[in-house]
């Protein structure tokens, strides 16, 4: 008699009500809801979802938790764990922001994870912290702008990585290298075909130089414009102004010089790369070897110029130009051709010594071609009248030679 009672009692312990608390027979709990079910562990104004042990939805703020400060190394609002060993995406919190039935919205302002820390020690305070455990490969903070992708998989260990476009307002610090297309790669390949460093060679690749190549590409100025105000919203309180570092305010006030893409597009168009928006960026850092070999070029054609026979010279020939001093060398000289630019005529003032033997003034393009060879005869400080004719407008180069010796080399310019 006495077991046939107990089992009337638990039958009927089926559901309890107290006011909007439920507790079910499958130990399941219902908070401030109407539901007849309680699909989660403890659902709170819904009737929960079987796949999580907490449901709450609500048209108010979910769950605040407050700690006090206590004599603990750590003070947790939140302490979550989830163990990856029998789940495929295994996350400890997520966090995410959307429309309902993801239409795109014009209001409002989404914020997946807000991180905030201050007034703790300073250099101690992080508004997000991310740690990478273990040894295996992998990102500590993993940032993407591809909707449908759920990361990337990385051959090494990073603090951060990010698969998308990264801006940055402000200054960036890198203690270290920054490796990438547009800044710079490092790449060594076995086999690699090399240009020709030397100008001449027959073995290089092209009869046009390096040095030929880059004469034409000129440089073009350009101002930063002034950052774009993000828009205040009806309500907004929070300040929609970024303020400006002492670096990117210099930035703005002064003026900047790039190479011209569409030039080097021309002549290199592996250097020059179009973006999205259709503008072009130049590879800079790849550039550089190319300005090394275009230097060695200009020497070796300068070289050529001081020697053009390309043989030693003979002792009579060194006895011949033994009859300029030190001192007297040191005395010749080429001053800058005035006007320059110039149209029709320019005058270039020369200082021949009186024991110089034999004195020449010869124009070259930038090629190395001699166009003009003037034969000085008249010794001392003195001008030197020199007409555009014969020269098409451009840049040129002219040289004083006295006894076969190189004394200075110029650039002049000459315009329509």
């Not at 086999?191 to 092209?206: K, P, S, V």
Request: proline fraction near 2%; hydrophobic fraction near 35%.
């Amino acid at each position: 008699m006495k077991k046939t009672i107990i089992t009337l009692i638990m039958s009927c312990a089926v559901s309890v009500s107290y006011a909007q608390l439920k507790v079910f027979q499958n130990g399941n709990v219902l908070l401030n809801s109407d539901c007849d079910t309680a699909k989660s562990a403890l659902s709170i104004a819904c009737e929960g979802e079987k796949n999580y042990t907490i449901r709450s939805r609500t048209d108010m703020n979910g769950i605040n938790c407050v700690v006090d400060g206590n004599s603990l190394n750590w003070g947790f609002g939140g302490d979550f764990l989830t163990f990856c060993d029998n789940t495929n995406f295994s996350v400890g919190v997520k966090g995410e922001i959307r429309s309902q039935g993801f239409l795109e919205r014009t209001c409002g302002r989404a914020f997946g994870v807000i991180g905030s820390a201050g007034f703790a020690t300073s250099g101690w305070n992080y508004g997000v912290f991310g740690r990478l455990d273990g040894t295996t490969s992998g990102a500590a903070v993993y940032g993407t702008t591809d909707k449908t992708e759920n990361g990337i998989g990385l051959k090494k260990r990073y603090a951060g990585y990010f698969n998308g476009e990264v801006g940055i307002s402000g200054n960036l610090k890198v203690n270290g290298s920054i490796d990438g297309v547009l800044i710079g790669m490092a790449v060594e390949q076995e086999g690699e075909t090399r240009m020709n460093a030397r100008a001449g060679n027959e073995t290089a690749m092209e009869t046009e130089t390096v040095h030929d190549k880059l004469t034409g590409i000129s440089a073009v100025a350009y101002r930063h414009q002034l950052p774009a105000k993000a828009p205040a919203m009806a309500g907004d309180t929070t300040q929609t102004v970024r303020g400006i570092g002492a670096i990117e305010a210099q930035n703005l006030s002064k003026t900047h010089y790039a190479l011209s893409a569409e030039q080097l597009e021309a002549v290199y168009p592996d250097l020059v790369y179009t973006k999205e928006d259709g503008t072009k960026a130049i590879n800079y850092m790849e550039l550089i070897p190319l300005l090394v070999q275009s230097i060695g070029e200009l020497s070796a054609k300068i070289e050529q110029l001081e020697n053009p026979s390309g043989r030693q010279a003979t002792p009579k020939q060194q006895a011949a130009t033994a009859c300029i001093s030190n001192s007297s060398i040191s005395e010749a000289s080429l001053s800058q051709n005035k006007p320059n630019p110039f149209v029709t005529s320019t005058d270039i003032k020369v200082n021949i010594p009186t024991s110089a033997n034999t004195a020449m003034l010869n124009i070259y393009d930038l090629s190395g071609k001699q166009i003009k060879g003037i034969q000085v005869n008249e010794r001392g400080e003195h001008s030197i009248y020199v007409t555009s004719e014969g020269l098409a407008p451009g840049m040129y180069i002219y040289s004083l030679i006295i006894d076969g010796k190189l004394i200075d080399t110029k650039r002049m310019v000459v315009t329509q």
